[in-house]
């Protein structure tokens, strides 16, 4: 009689309070400049983000494989950020780590995530097309209440989407790390990566908000955006050390 497999359990994270959003990007600088490992992670980042972007132009299958690439692409670079802090320099081959073994992982996050999106996006486009067809019968009929109210309508839905999608982004920021570094299944990658940062709003809130000033700044010079994209990469590191390492 065969055994039953062994059930998975959630990594254990932590709680923390939100200036650990600043310890993240401390943390970030440190990294980046470690044994002179600054030129190998700019490199890496933009060769993936060249990438990502290419892929964009063949369509809706180029789309697809745009966002799976960049699933296993961060797998890779999390490896590689988990060697630079162990005071080792990266080499390029680490981008495509991802590839190796985690493939089959990545990839289902990747499209777990996709699908969700879609369902969200699809859902919500189906209420927009039913506002704006409502709008276009009062135009005909003279009831300007029903055209007058799409820019509300518009402005509702923009805004549930923007709601909706911020869980599927919470699931997807640390899921990488935990499929590379700590070989979780896919589903339980994405819900402890969710769940992690529902509980750490606060510092997830302060991270996003240097987020925004940092890519403000960046956008000064290339030489802003070059450090940007590693930054981001080696902080989202951070917060995964400090959420599910410290727990460990």
């Known amino acids: 009689m065969q055994e039953p497999s062994p059930q998975v359990s959630m990594p254990s994270f932590r709680r923390v309070d939100s200036g650990h959003g600043v310890q993240w990007w401390s943390s970030s600088w440190q990294l980046l400049f470690n044994r002179g490992a600054a030129l190998i992670w700019i490199v890496m980042c933009l060769v993936a983000f060249v990438a990502y972007g290419v892929l964009h132009f063949f369509s809706l299958p180029g789309l697809i494989a745009a966002h799976i690439a960049l699933f296993m692409f961060a797998g890779g670079l999390m490896l590689a950020a988990r060697k630079t802090d162990q005071a080792t320099v990266p ?28 369902l ?15 709008a276009v019968y009062g135009a005909m009929t003279g009831n300007i209440g029903l055209l007058a109210g799409l820019g509300a309508t518009s402005m509702v839905l923009l ?23 700590r070989q979780q299944p896919p589903v339980e990658a994405l819900k402890a990566s969710l769940a992690a940062c ?7 809130s302060v991270y996003g908000l240097l987020w925004i000033a940092f890519a403000v700044i960046a956008t000064i010079s290339v030489i802003g955006l070059l450090v940007l994209w590693p930054l ?17």
């Not at 529902?198 to 997830?204: E, K, P, V, Y």
């Not at 080696?234 to 460990?248: G, H, M, W």
């Open 91 to 118: 080499g390029f081959g680490d981008l495509f780590a991802g590839f190796g073994p985690p493939l089959g992982s990545l990839v289902i996050s990747a499209v777990l995530l996709m699908v969700a999106a879609s």
């Open 159 to 181: 805004l549930a989407a923007l709601v909706l999608l911020v869980p599927v982004g919470m699931a997807a920021w640390l899921a990488p790390a935990l499929i590379v570094l």
């Open 120 to 134: 969200i996006i699809g859902v919500l486009g189906v209420a927009g097309a039913g506002a704006a067809y409502g």
């Open 198 to 204: 529902w509980a750490n709003l606060g510092a997830l």
């Open 232 to 248: 981001m990469v080696l902080s989202t590191y951070a917060a995964y050390r400090d959420l599910f390492d410290s727990a460990a």
